[in-house]
């Protein structure tokens, strides 16, 4: 099973929205609503921000959104703010087991 | 509250056994499928399998299958990560992290056990 594909890195501004991709295929992303994405900043354990798609559990912002088109999932983040600077990763369900993305670093200017 | 407790920094020597441990709490575990996950030194997460505490059922990455070994104390609170002779390269550090259902996404992460494999 390969890793899904994110861009390594992505950038904005505090106030501005970013948007990550997570591209796989139609044996995970495709085939299942179940992708979800984790935040982890620097030696902290993930964090849940997104689950099925683009449901967001208690106590995260309503400016982080997720979305599905096809086998490219995209998590939007909506007015930047300097904690949101972390790691984000992706992962879906395969079948029987489950997929992380490669990562992506994202830098608030 | 829920947690999950981790066992603590271990350092070992190539082609030793090592067993690290996570332990739930706040919760039925046996509910839970229990997931753990491999971060190598500066590097992104790698799922590396699950167990279903309720029978033990398994499934692995095929990246680690043959490698590790996942099980659950019959006490039902605590999971395990095995290794029969450890290398080098699984240096890293390793989280465990429940599953909200068996399919679905992680709810809950350990803090994470470091694990140092050198000579």
């Known amino acids: 099973q390969s890793a899904l594909t994110q861009p390594r890195s992505v950038s904005g501004s505090p106030g501005q929205s970013v948007t990550i991709s997570c591209t796989g295929s139609?044996?995970?992303?495709?085939?299942?609503?179940?992708v979800s994405w984790y935040q982890q900043h620097p030696g902290k354990a993930p964090q849940l921000m997104i689950y099925?798609?683009?449901k967001r559990p208690s106590g995260v912002p309503d400016r982080f959104s997720g979305s599905k088109s096809g086998d490219t999932a995209s998590l939007t983040i909506f007015g930047l703010q300097a904690d949101d600077e972390a790691d984000y990763y992706c992962?879906?369900?395969?079948?029987?087991?489950?997929?992380f993305g490669g990562g992506t670093k994202l830098t608030v200017l | 509250e829920v947690q999950l407790v981790q066992s603590g920094v271990e350092v070992k020597k190539p082609g030793e056994s090592l067993r690290i441990s996570c332990k739930g709490s706040?919760?039925?575990?046996?509910?839970?499928?229990i997931s753990w996950v491999r971060q190598l030194p500066g590097k992104g997460l790698e799922w590396m399998g699950k167990?279903?505490?309720?029978?033990?059922?398994?499934s692995y990455s095929p990246s680690f299958q043959g490698h590790i070994t996942i099980s659950v104390d019959k006490s039902g609170t605590t999971a395990f990560l095995q290794w029969s002779s450890l290398e080098a390269s699984d240096t890293a550090l390793y989280y465990c992290?429940?599953?909200?259902?068996?399919?679905?996404?992680?709810?809950?992460w350990g803090l994470g056990t470091v694990v140092a494999v050198s000579s």
């Open positions: 099925d798609v683009n």
């Open positions: 167990i279903d505490p309720s029978d033990s059922y398994t």
């Open positions: 706040g919760y039925t575990f046996t509910r839970h499928w």
């Open positions: 139609s044996s995970d992303i495709g085939n299942y609503d179940y």
């Open positions: 992962c879906s369900y395969t079948g029987r087991s489950q997929v």
């Open positions: 992290a429940r599953l909200a259902s068996g399919v679905d996404y992680f709810d809950y």
